[in-house]
C-alpha cells in the first residue's frame, strides 16, 4: 500500500462523532474496486493529545496506541493485560484477575493518570487517592486506547501530571451483525461475550454483554500463611453490560449516547494484626459502576465551527466485608464516589493551517461514607491552538484556567513543537508542560481507618508539577524499520505521600522523575512484525534522597505477530519488569528491594471461516514465581482457549 499526501492541515479530520477516536483510515475496498487499485493507507491518527483527530507525524507528545486488533490477536481480557506491554508505564495489581490494580506512569502517582471512557472521567472520588482502579475494566467492546504521556493540565485539567489515557469503545457500523465468544481456562476460567452492532450514516448503535469468571487464582504466597492455615485462592466474578447510540438528525444537528455499567465480585485473602497475617476466611469486596455520556454535537458551518454539548454522570459503588470468626461476612461497609460533569468544545478552523480549539467545563464531584459526605466543584476554561506552518514544521500551544472551590485558580499551559526533516524524515519533537492536582475529598476528610490511627489531613496544598520532554523517530528501509528514543523530566513540588508515622498524608517538598522511552520496530515481511521497547526511570523524593515506592528503574517489552498462513495467526509477548523498591504485604516492611521477572505470553487464533474463529493461548509462559505488588502473587502458567462466532 502506498501513501497519500499529508493532508494541508490537521484540523481538516474533526469527526462528526466525537465520541469515536480514530484509527488507520482505508479509502472504501468497495469503491476502489470498480477501477482495480489496491487500498490506500493515510497516516495513522491520534486524538488524545489535542482532542481532534490528527495525523501521528504531527503529533510531538508520546503517545502509544493499542488497538482491538491488537487486544484480539493477544487475547488480552482485561485492561490492566492491555496495558502491559507499553512503555513508560508499571502496572501494579494484587493478585490475579480483579485486584486492585494502580498504573504508574513515568514514576509520578498512579492517580496523577486522569483516564477517559468514551469521554467520561473515571477517576474515583471515593478512593483515598482518587485514582482509577483499572482491575475492574473488561477489553471486549474496546476499539481503542491512546496512552498519551507527560503533562497534559492545558488541555484536560487536574489530576493529568502523569499523562492521560483515553478509552474508546467499538461502534456500530454496517449491517446488523451479532458476534459471540465462549473461553475457559486455567484457575477455574470460564468466560463469555455477546456483541450486537450495525449502523448508516444516519444512526448507529452497539450493545454488548460480558462475563469473565476465576474462580480460583492463586495469590498469597504461601510462605506468609501459618502452618496449619487455610490458604484460600481468589475468586472473581465481573459483568460488564455497555452501549452506545449515535443518530444524525440533520444535516448540523447529531446526537451521540453512551452506558456502560460493572457489577463485579472478588472473595480475597485479607489480613489481621501488625505484623499481620493473612487471614483463614475469604473477605469479600463488591464493585458497581455506571458511566454514562450524552452529547449534542452542532455544525452549522459545514465543519469550519464544529460545537459539542455534553453531560457525564459517574457512580462508583464499592462494599467491603470482612469475615468472622466463623467465616461468615459481616455487614458491608460501603464507599460512594459519584461525579457529573457538563462541558462545551469548539473547534473553529481560522484558516486551513490554523485550528483553535476552545472549551468550558464545570463538574462537581462527592464522596459518601457510612461517616461523613462531602463534595467539591471546579470550573474551567481552556483554548488551544493547532497549527501546520509548513510541511514539515507543527506546533501545539494550550492554556487552560480552573478554579476549584477549595483551592481557588489555577493556570496550566502546554507547548508541543515538530519538526520533520526533509530528505531523512527525521521526527524531531519537544514538549513542556504544567499540571496541577487538588488533594483528594478521601485525604482531605476520610477517617479510613480510626481503629488503626490514620486520619484525613485537611491542610493538605495541590500539587503542581512541570514536566518536559525531547525525542526522534526514524524510519528506515522504506518504513520496515523505526526507531526512536525519548527523555522526559517531571518534577513535582508539594507531592502527596503517607506520612512517616503513617498515620496521616503529607506533602513533601519536591520529586522528580527523569528517564528515556526507547523503541525499534521491525516488519520482515508483512506476515512478521516485531516491535520491541525500553524504559529507563529514574522516581526520587528530593527531600528524603529516597526512591520513590514501586518505580522499576528498567522495563522492557517485546511483542512479535506472525501469519504463517492467511488464516492463522500466532503472537507472542515478552514483558521484563526490574527490581524497584516496596514494602512487604502489611508494609511492617516500609522499604526493601523487590526483585524482576519476565513474563512470556504466547497466543494462537484461526479462522476457520468467515464466521467461526478458534482461538487458545498460554499465560506465564515458564512460569516464572514473581511478586507484584510484594506479597501477591503473579499467576502463574495459564492455559486458555475458546471459540468466536460472527453472523
Do not use: C
Amino acid at each position: 500500500m502506498f501513501r497519500l499526501p499529508k493532508p494541508a492541515r490537521s484540523g481538516r479530520f474533526s469527526l462528526a462523532f466525537p465520541l469515536l477516536a480514530a484509527s488507520t483510515m482505508l479509502i472504501s475496498p468497495s469503491a476502489l474496486a470498480q477501477s482495480g487499485e489496491k487500498p490506500i493507507a493515510l497516516d495513522e491518527l491520534v486524538v488524545s493529545p489535542t482532542g481532534v483527530p490528527t495525523p501521528a507525524r504531527e503529533i510531538a507528545n508520546a503517545v502509544t496506541v493499542v488497538t482491538a486488533k491488537e487486544i484480539e490477536r493477544e487475547q488480552r481480557r482485561t485492561l490492566p493485560q492491555a496495558l502491559a506491554a507499553v512503555p513508560g508505564l508499571n502496572i501494579v495489581q494484587t493478585g490475579g484477575p480483579g485486584g486492585l490494580t494502580s498504573v504508574f506512569m513515568r514514576g509520578t502517582n498512579s492517580n496523577h493518570v486522569k483516564v477517559l471512557i468514551d469521554g467520561i472521567e473515571v477517576n474515583d472520588p471515593s478512593t483515598p487517592n482518587r485514582s482509577f482502579d483499572f482491575g475492574q475494566m473488561l477489553t471486549t467492546d474496546i476499539e481503542r486506547i491512546e496512552v498519551l504521556r507527560g503533562p497534559q493540565s492545558g488541555l484536560y485539567g487536574a489530576n493529568a501530571l502523569g499523562g492521560v489515557i483515553s478509552i474508546t469503545s467499538k461502534r456500530g457500523e454496517g449491517p446488523p451483525k451479532v458476534t459471540a465468544s465462549v473461553e475457559a481456562g486455567s484457575y477455574g476460567t470460564f468466560n463469555q461475550s455477546l456483541g450486537v452492532s450495525g449502523g448508516n450514516d444516519r444512526f448507529d448503535y452497539a450493545f454488548g454483554i460480558s462475563h469473565f469468571r476465576a474462580d480460583s487464582t492463586p495469590v498469597t504466597p504461601p510462605d506468609l500463611v501459618p502452618a496449619g492455615r487455610r490458604r484460600n485462592p481468589n475468586s472473581y466474578d465481573n459483568w460488564s453490560y455497555s452501549a452506545r447510540l449515535g443518530a444524525r438528525l440533520t444535516d448540523t444537528l447529531s446526537v451521540n449516547w453512551v452506558g456502560r455499567y460493572i457489577d463485579g465480585q472478588l472473595l480475597f485473602t485479607g489480613d489481621s494484626g501488625f505484623p499481620s497475617l493473612p487471614n483463614g476466611f475469604r473477605s469479600g469486596q463488591n464493585y458497581r459502576q455506571a458511566f454514562t455520556r450524552g452529547e449534542v454535537v452542532w455544525d452549522p458551518l459545514g465543519g469550519q465551527f464544529v460545537n459539542r454539548f455534553g453531560v457525564s454522570y459517574s457512580n462508583q459503588d464499592r462494599s467491603n466485608r470482612r469475615p468472622n470468626a466463623f467465616g461468615i461476612l459481616d455487614v458491608p461497609t460501603e464507599n460512594l464516589g459519584e461525579r457529573i460533569k457538563y462541558d462545551w468544545r469548539g473547534d473553529l478552523k481560522l484558516t486551513r493551517s490554523q485550528t483553535l480549539v476552545m472549551g468550558l467545563q464545570y463538574e462537581n464531584e462527592r464522596f459518601d461514607t457510612p461517616n461523613k459526605t462531602v463534595s467539591n466543584g471546579n470550573r474551567g476554561a481552556f483554548v488551544e491552538l493547532q497549527s501546520n506552518w509548513t510541511d514539515h514544521f507543527f506546533t501545539t500551544a494550550n492554556i487552560r484556567y480552573d478554579d476549584d472551590d477549595k483551592f481557588g485558580g489555577h493556570t496550566t499551559y502546554r507547548i508541543a513543537p515538530v519538526f520533520i526533516v526533509p530528505g531523512t524524515d527525521t521526527k524531531l519533537k519537544a514538549s513542556y508542560g504544567t499540571g496541577f492536582k487538588a488533594p483528594t475529598l478521601s485525604e482531605r476528610f476520610s477517617d479510613s481507618r480510626p481503629a488503626f490511627n490514620f486520619y484525613g489531613n485537611p491542610n493538605l496544598k495541590p500539587e503542581e508539577s512541570r514536566g518536559w520532554d525531547v525525542g526522534f523517530e526514524q524510519p528506515l528501509l522504506n518504513g520496515q524499520v523505526n526507531v526512536g528514543a525519548t527523555y522526559f523530566h517531571n518534577d513535582i513540588d508539594n507531592l502527596i505521600v503517607t506520612n512517616t508515622a503513617r498515620t496521616s498524608y503529607a506533602n513533601i517538598g519536591r520529586a522528580t522523575t527523569k528517564g528515556v522511552e526507547a523503541f525499534a520496530a521491525l516488519e520482515l515481511t508483512p506476515q512478521f512484525k516485531v516491535r520491541a521497547d525500553y524504559t529507563f526511570t529514574l522516581a526520587k523524593d528530593e527531600i528524603a534522597h529516597q526512591e520513590l515506592l514501586r518505580r522499576p528503574r528498567h522495563k522492557a517489552s517485546i511483542t512479535a505477530s506472525w501469519n504463517p498462513i492467511d488464516k492463522l495467526t500466532l503472537s507472542a509477548t515478552l514483558i521484563y519488569v526490574g527490581e524497584r523498591v516496596d514494602g512487604n504485604r502489611d508494609f511492617s516492611i516500609s522499604r526493601m528491594r523487590a526483585p524482576g521477572a519476565a513474563i512470556v505470553n504466547i497466543a494462537a487464533d484461526y479462522k476457520v471461516d468467515e464466521r467461526f474463529t478458534v482461538f487458545g493461548r498460554v499465560d506465564n509462559l515458564f512460569d516464572k514465581r514473581y511478586e507484584n505488588p510484594v506479597g501477591f502473587l503473579v499467576p502463574g502458567l495459564s492455559a486458555f482457549g475458546g471459540i468466536r462466532v460472527s453472523l
